[in-house]
């Protein structure tokens, strides 16, 4: 059974600036990070 993490964080309006630069966090940080200590992310 893989672990899920649950990532709180701003979310935005597809095609903001802030939705950007969050989904940029989530895929250049987090992700890579939960997916190295072997847990999924959601």
Same mark, same amino acid.
């Not at 630069?21 to 989530?26: A, H, I, N």
């Not at 940080?29 to 200590?37: N, S």
């Given at each position: 059974? /893989?672990?899920? $993490? #649950? %990532? %709180? *964080?701003?979310i935005? #309006? =597809?095609? *903001? =600036? /802030?939705? =950007?630069?969050? !989904? =940029?966090? &989530? !895929? #250049? +940080?987090?992700?890579?990070? +939960?997916?190295? &200590?072997?847990?999924? $992310?959601?």
């Amino acid at each position: 059974m /893989i672990k899920t $993490c #649950f %990532i %709180i *964080s701003s979310i935005g #309006f =597809e095609g *903001s =600036e /802030i939705r =950007e630069k969050t !989904d =940029e966090k &989530l !895929d #250049f +940080v987090f992700k890579p990070t +939960v997916q190295e &200590l072997g847990c999924g $992310c959601k």
